[in-house]
T-cell receptor, first 110, second 114 residues
Framework: QKEVEQDPGPLSVPEGAIVSLNCTYS??????FMWYRQYSRKGPELLMY??SSGNKEDGRFTAQVDKSSKYISLFIRDSQPSDSATYLC??????????WGAGTKLIIKP | NAGVTQTPKFRILKIGQSMTLQCAQD?????MYWYRQDPGMGLKLIYY???????DKGEVPNGYNVSRSTTEDFPLRLELAAPSQTSVYFC?????????????FGPGTRLLVL
């Protein structure tokens, strides 16, 4: 079993829809959670960072962490074609090395 | 600011050949990382460096070597290339080791070993 599980997709939704992206993990010691966005043939870029449980909102993006269920989510409201990318979750315990999910490819149809 | 730059963008190697992947950053970051990304897999850490002259192994270091003689540069050396090293390689840097710090990634080097 992988430490971090993420559905690779692709997930295809119409423009303006609410998108939900998810990761599950097995290591209860993880306390730092990130979402990175990666456009085709580019390096990943940090989108959201959350420490421990709870929600964090930044514009159209909301990150949620449920440590009791070992489940994290990224919600995108009013999705745009420019949001089409691969979204990678990453997480860490206290030793600062990131463990990455495989990434979910998201396609927003105009 | 160019950020993190990587060369070459793409390379084909024959089995047994060697090559060096170049990485440079102009943000004066102390921490630098090398990852590989295989299709359907997450990024795997190969090596990292916390400053000039200091390097350490990550999760998948076998078949690779690194050096860090300056703050700016962090080359990755492949010796005796094998098909299993076919991948996309990303270099990243950040200011401190704090996991909340953004890691800035380069555009990647696509390597095909035949």
């Amino acid at each position: 079993q992988k430490e971090v599980e993420q559905d690779p997709g692709p997930l295809s939704v119409p423009e303006g829809a609410i998108v939900s992206l998810n990761c599950t993990y097995s290591n209860s010691a993880f306390q730092y959670f990130m979402w990175y966005r990666q456009y085709s043939r580019k390096g990943p870029e940090l989108l959201m960072y959350t420490y421990s449980s709870g929600n964090k909102e930044d514009g159209r993006f909301t990150a949620q962490v449920d440590k009791s269920s070992k489940y994290i989510s990224l919600f995108i409201r009013d999705s745009q074609p420019s949001d089409s990318a691969t979204y990678l979750c990453a997480m860490s315990d206290s030793n600062y090395q990131l463990i990455w999910g495989a990434g979910t490819k998201l396609i927003i149809k105009p | 600011n160019a950020g993190v730059t990587q060369t070459p963008k793409f390379r084909i190697l024959k089995i047994g050949q060697s090559m060096t992947l170049q990485c440079a950053q102009d943000m004066n970051h102390n921490y630098m990382y090398w990852y590989r990304q295989d299709p359907g897999m997450g990024l795997k850490l190969i090596y990292y460096s916390v400053g000039a002259g200091i390097t350490d192994k990550g999760e998948v270091p076998n078949g690779y070597n690194v050096s860090r003689s300056t703050t700016e540069d962090f080359p990755l050396r492949l010796e005796l290339a094998a098909p299993s090293q076919t991948s996309v390689y990303f270099c990243a840097s950040c200011n401190t080791a704090g996991i909340q710090e953004t890691q800035y990634f380069g555009p990647g080097t696509r390597l095909l070993v035949l």
